[in-house]
């Protein structure tokens, strides 16, 4: 993945597809997260 949670070995021989899942919804908060962080920063 390229979010480094994970490498597409890892995926395919030690997580299974629920694992998958919820890596990605990690992977999809983290950036949520940054994006309005980076929102209230900003200058208006």
């Known amino acids: 993945m390229s ?4 490498t597409l070995a890892e995926l ?3 997580y299974g ?3 998958g899942y919820d ?3 990690i992977v ?3 950036h949520a997260n940054e994006r ?3 929102e209230r920063v ?3």
């Open 3 to 6: 979010s480094k949670i994970a």
């Open 12 to 14: 395919q021989t030690v």
């Open 17 to 19: 597809v629920e694992d």
């Open 23 to 25: 890596l990605l919804e």
């Open 28 to 30: 999809l908060v983290d």
């Open 36 to 38: 309005r962080a980076r």
């Open 42 to 44: 900003k200058p208006r």
